[in-house]
């Protein structure tokens, strides 16, 4: 491997080392625009801006600052991302672009077409130096791309604002081409009639192109991809343009030169055909995909000198290079091919005088070769290329990260300041509180807490000794367990002569009677456990009424809860509110946290034990009991058999019901001591805890309006909102905060 390739290779490791990073600022971008969002939420009504000093129109200012630097931060995402080095073959058409990357990938006419005195490729290629594959990829349009990227710039150009609506109204002609006086008004024009002739063109083709509008990418041998990239021949009847269908196209072979494996190409369509926009997307397909711009002029007859239209071709490549410096990014390829050597002179001498300020390669650097030579290309071309992009890709890296990050950095700078200055308009919108008065507020609320949930705690243990504690529950069991026995009466949902002839057929196939009734017990098994879990939306409403009760008590602090009518939502909502305090609360957080993660289903209080239950339909358990089961399952093979071996595990089916149904009566009481458990458990937590009062001030400090309204019908939803809008606006400047990895 040459020195050039050591160091092109590195270049690549280092932007892709760089790709994590790149994609951990893009993230933290975007969660900056997310909460920039959420300040605009209806919830966060302009009122409440207001008292911040923000206004609507100051969010969508700063929200555009964090879409810019997501964007830039999206293009040096493009460049870091990319495994190869690109090169980028640009000019005006018919100057030898596609003759050249012909030159440089082995390629022939069928793949990169070529044609004298007009354009030939229609659609920009990338094509990439691969050993182990050769073939292409066609990435078609979809109608509506087809529409927005091919057909609209036409009209656009018209300056028409009734555009078709969809292929068939265009097919149909009914619009510009069916307005005959505008559509003479057009033809008359210089510019546009060119245009409109080609829009004639692309409409009677349609047959030609429209069945390819699928959106789906077509693998196409190489052999067969020129008329997926090339004009038809002008001689053509009925000429195939299914170019138009095409997006993109996507090229690997192998190379002649095979020292440097990374290399792709990028077939831009020539300047100056009849396109509209082509300018645009020439600047599109040039921004970050490229290391480098080829722009090839070809000294032919009349085009021996730099022309205004060449000047502005590389001034597209201006645009494009972003930060990089032009030199680094842009050579002029002067293609001598079959050309006379004055004009080769001449041209050379123009570029001296005119674009390099009367230095050689002043300002860009100026190669000749005769593009139609391989061996001539690969040396005064490829080599001097990557030879330079070897010592000059460093160099463009660094400017072009460098100059995303000084942007974030800017617009960093100016969300912050706006975000500090709110958070300050903020601190002053409520009188600040002494202290002293903050603790005093705060002992206060803890009393008034530990009174009314004791208070709370008492009616849970008042439960404990209720006759009636566990009639719900009670009631349903009892309807569970009579729906399993009706179930078990219809022959385990079967009908019991079925059951028995599949009893019957099995013994028969396998002259056994007991692999059928072990798997007929384990099947009962496994059903009387999932139908008993039907209980569990008596233990679940238990649990809601034990939350209920808890918010009821929660006093002051309740009006955190909001609105909220369900009480898991309400008490999540107040987890949600502590939170957002910008001084953290984590003890009083864990005890709400712990309090909403009480188990009360039917898989955790009761299961356990109804698997015990269960043990005696068990086809083969251990010991004396092993053999007394063996023989009952053991039974003749015929119907009589069958029958006896149904009524057998019919009896094993109720004997586990009844057994479960002992369970169940257990269950309202160990659910009232679980939740009474818990109970004291979290009042425990909450009011005697290390940090209670500590974070109680904390609590006070930031909900007072709401704790403590001016009057009785004080609007606490102003207060939360403005508690939200803190919450928010501390997020956004830690995000802001956080500290970047990427470095030029």
Not at 352 to 379: K, M, S
Not at 687 to 703: P, Q, S
Request: hydrophobic share 45%; net charge negative; glycine share 8%.
């Amino acid at each position: 491997m040459s020195v050039t390739s050591q160091k092109l290779d590195g270049v690549l490791e280092r932007r892709q080392a760089q790709l994590s990073l790149v994609d951990a600022e893009i993230a933290r971008w975007n969660r900056v625009g997310e909460v920039l969002g959420l300040l605009r939420a209806p919830g966060l009504g302009g009122g409440l801006l207001a008292r911040a000093g923000l206004l609507d129109t100051d969010l969508v200012e700063l929200a555009g600052l964090a879409l810019d630097s997501a964007a830039a931060l999206g293009r040096v995402r493009a460049r870091v991302r990319r495994r190869t080095i690109n090169i980028g073959v640009s000019g005006q058409a018919r100057n030898g672009k596609s003759t050249l990357l012909r030159s440089l990938s082995g390629l022939g006419d069928e793949q990169v077409p070529t044609g004298k005195g007009r354009p030939v490729t229609a659609v920009r290629s990338r094509i990439f130096h691969s050993t182990d594959h050769e073939g292409a990829r066609v990435t078609t349009h979809t109608e509506q791309s087809f529409l927005d990227e091919v057909l609209y710039p036409y009209y656009a150009e018209f300056g028409v604002v009734t555009v078709p609506t969809d292929l068939a109204e265009f097919t149909r002609g009914s619009d510009v081409l069916a307005d005959s006086a505008l559509a003479a008004q057009l033809a008359a024009d210089p510019h546009n009639g060119p245009l409109l002739a080609r829009l004639r063109e692309i409409r009677d083709s349609a047959h030609t192109w429209r069945r390819h509008l699928t959106g789906a990418v077509l693998d196409v041998p190489l052999d067969g991809l020129r008329q997926w990239v090339a004009y038809p021949a002008e001689e053509s009847v009925d000429p195939d343009r299914r170019y138009l269908a095409v997006r993109e196209a996507v090229v690997h072979c192998a190379f002649p030169r095979t020292d440097t494996t990374d290399i792709g190409l990028i077939d831009l369509p020539g300047l100056g055909e009849l396109t509209p926009r082509a300018e645009e997307r020439h600047i599109v397909g040039l921004h970050n995909d490229v290391d480098l711009v080829l722009m090839v002029k070809w000294p032919t007859g009349t085009n021996a000198l730099w022309t205004t239209s060449d000047a502005a071709a590389m001034d597209l490549a201006n645009k494009a290079r972003g930060a990089a410096a032009m030199r680094d990014f842009a050579m002029i390829l002067v293609n001598t091919g079959q050309c006379d050597p004055e004009n080769v002179a001449a041209l050379r001498a123009d570029l001296t005088e005119r674009v390099n300020n009367r230095t050689d390669d002043a300002y860009f650097r100026v190669l000749e070769a005769d593009v139609a030579d391989p061996d001539a290309v690969r040396v005064e071309v490829l080599d001097t290329v990557l030879d330079h992009l070897a010592d000059a890709l460093p160099r463009m890296d660094a400017a072009v990260i460098g100059d995303a990050l000084a942007q974030c950095a800017r617009n960093q700078q100016a969300i912050a300041g706006r975000v500090g200055e709110a958070l300050d308009a903020l601190r002053k919108v409520v009188t600040p509180t002494s202290s002293e008065a903050l603790h005093a507020l705060a002992q206060s609320v803890l009393a008034e807490l530990a009174q009314s949930l004791q208070a709370w705690i008492g009616d849970l243990e008042r439960q404990l000794t209720r006759e009636d504690v566990g009639d719900g529950f009670h009631d349903r069991a009892a309807e569970v367990r009579a729906d399993i026995r009706a179930w078990i009466d219809t022959g385990f949902g079967e009908g019991a002569e079925h059951w028995q002839e599949m009893a019957l057929q099995d013994f028969r196939r396998k002259k056994a009677s007991r692999p059928f009734a072990a798997a007929a017990l384990n099947s009962v098994r496994v059903e009387l456990a999932r139908r008993l879990a039907a209980v569990d939306d008596v233990l679940l409403a238990r649990r809601a009424e034990f939350w209920s009760g808890l918010v009821e008590a929660l006093g002051r602090l309740g009006v955190l809860c909001g609105a909220e009518r369900d009480p898991q939502a309400a008490l999540n909502r107040l987890v949600g509110a502590l939170r957002e305090i910008p001084e953290p609360c984590p003890a009083m957080v864990d005890a709400f946290e712990f309090v909403l993660d009480v188990r009360m289903d039917f898989r955790t209080l009761v299961l356990p034990d109804v698997r015990d239950a269960l043990q005696l339909l068990y086809p083969e358990p251990p010991g004396e009991e092993g053999v007394q089961m063996a023989s009952l399952l053991g039974v003749s093979h015929d119907a009589q058999g069958a029958e006896l071996l149904y009524k057998r595990v019919t009896q094993l089916a109720k004997q586990g019901v009844h057994d479960t149904g002992r369970v169940m009566a257990t269950i309202p009481e160990r659910a009232a001591n679980v939740l009474l458990a818990f109970a004291e458990q979290f009042e425990d937590g909450l009011i005697r805890g290390k940090a209670a009062e500590k974070e109680m001030v904390r609590v006070v400090d930031a909900f007072r309006e709401q704790m403590w309204p001016a009057d009785g019908n004080a609007d606490l939803a102003v207060g939360i909102g403005l508690q939200r809008l803190r919450g928010l606006l501390a997020e956004l400047r830690a995000v802001l905060a956080e500290e970047q990895g990427v470095a030029a």
